[in-house]
């Protein structure tokens, strides 16, 4: 059976070219990047380099990449960091976060007595930045404020720029998850001066386990991890070097073909839209998925019926997609961003469902996924048609 893949906001494939650098340094690189050897400072030569690439797009130090597993990883750093080192009392947040920050400022809150502040979406799930604005004025208390730049469900962006400003206006820190826009969308942090943000390899076609979390050099920021003085003591423990080199090569490829990546995922999720609207009567689009305004990788739908067992039903006709998050699929409730958009009538009697791309989807792979779709779909209006006549 042929297998379809659309849940690329959860991970990507490996491209080929990642695996090739990747098998490269597990056979020659092999050496510590702390040790002062050769084998060592080859590695670390690695390393460095990777994070030189970086820095450089995003028009940043290269001291401000910090080499972390994953998002999650960058974003506990940063907000308990913030709040056991740099004094943060007040955090500002949205019900629309991603799982790692959510627990986390509720974790700062019960351990550390933080007040925690929520900016609630509206029904497109877009947040309310003059409501943030006297939120940021209202108290003098020390801020983070910490809001996802691109929503890894309903694919709704903000506008990081401008909070940015506002959080510098009112002597407040700013954080942003940005896991689903790096690599995706052209970055330039001298333009947006926000403090912290995060990334993580598996998003962009690189490899799990991999990430690294910007950090402003003037936020005085300190590390979690301590027993060495990896990452400039912001992050202890030798460092992934097989898993870096693949991040970079990874990072290397999305820049370089940035374009024609986004151009090709704007055409299928284009076609993609098209064809559910012509197949799948009364299906609606969650949040701004739907629009251009939206990342392009995401499309979160509405299907007109009640079947929460479709993600099951795909994936056993070969057809990998998401019913929410990949951190709260395996929920028995939808998600917080769900309910945050959603109202209760559409949550009890309509099923939703994330669609995401690469540059590797094919049209042919949404054409196999809607007819499939629309197969269970006619299997509920028969349903329905035939609870009527009894």
Avoid at 241 to 261: D, F, H, P, R
Avoid at 278 to 307: H, M, Q
Wanted: net charge negative.
């Amino acid at each position: 059976m042929e297998r379809i893949y659309l849940d690329n906001a959860a991970t990507t494939p490996l491209d080929t070219e990642v695996i090739d650098c990747m098998v490269n340094v597990l056979k020659f690189n092999y050496g510590n990047p702390s040790s002062t050897h050769s084998l060592g400072q080859e590695a670390k030569t690695i390393l460095e380099e990777v994070r030189r690439k970086i820095a450089d797009s995003l028009k940043v130090t290269p001291g401000e990449i910090v080499f972390t597993s994953c998002g999650t990883e960058s974003n506990n750093m940063i907000i308990k960091s913030c709040v056991n080192y740099l004094g943060v009392q007040r955090i500002i947040t949205s019900p629309l976060e991603h799982k790692c920050v959510a627990e986390t400022c509720l974790e700062m809150k019960k351990l550390r007595g933080v007040e925690l502040v929520y900016l609630r979406p509206d029904s497109t799930g877009d947040l309310d930045l003059n409501k943030l604005e006297e939120l940021l004025k209202e108290s003098d208390k020390k801020t983070l404020v910490t809001l996802m730049h691109a929503n890894n469900e309903i694919g709704n962006i903000l506008d990081i720029e401008k909070v940015a400003h506002l959080c510098n206006d009112n002597q407040a820190l700013f954080h942003s998850d940005t896991v689903q826009t790096m690599a995706h969308l052209d970055l330039d942090f001298s333009k947006i001066p926000l403090d912290f943000a995060s990334c993580s390899a598996h998003k962009f076609h690189g490899p799990k386990g991999t990430g690294f979390a910007f950090v402003r050099k003037s936020s005085g920021l300190k590390g979690i991890i301590t027993g060495g003085p990896q990452e400039r003591s912001l992050r202890a423990g030798t460092e992934n070097v097989t898993g870096i080199a693949g991040l970079g090569k990874a990072w290397e490829l999305c820049q370089k073909n940035m374009s024609q990546y986004s151009q090709h995922i704007i055409d299928i999720k284009h076609y993609c839209i098209t064809q559910l609207q012509e197949k799948i009567e009364g299906i609606k689009f969650n949040g701004r998925s739907a629009g251009d305004e939206s990342l392009y990788t995401v499309l979160n739908v509405l299907l007109p019926y009640k079947n929460p067992l479709i993600g099951l039903q795909l994936d056993m006709k070969g057809i990998a997609v998401s019913q929410g998050s990949a951190c709260s699929s395996g929920a028995s409730k939808p998600s917080m961003v769900l309910m945050s958009v959603l109202s209760e009538e559409e949550l009890d009697h309509c099923t939703p469902l994330r669609i995401s791309f690469s540059h590797m989807t094919k049209k042919s792979d949404i054409d196999a996924f809607v007819q499939v779709l629309e197969e269970i779909g006619k299997g509920f209006v028969i349903e329905k048609a035939d609870s009527i006549h009894r």
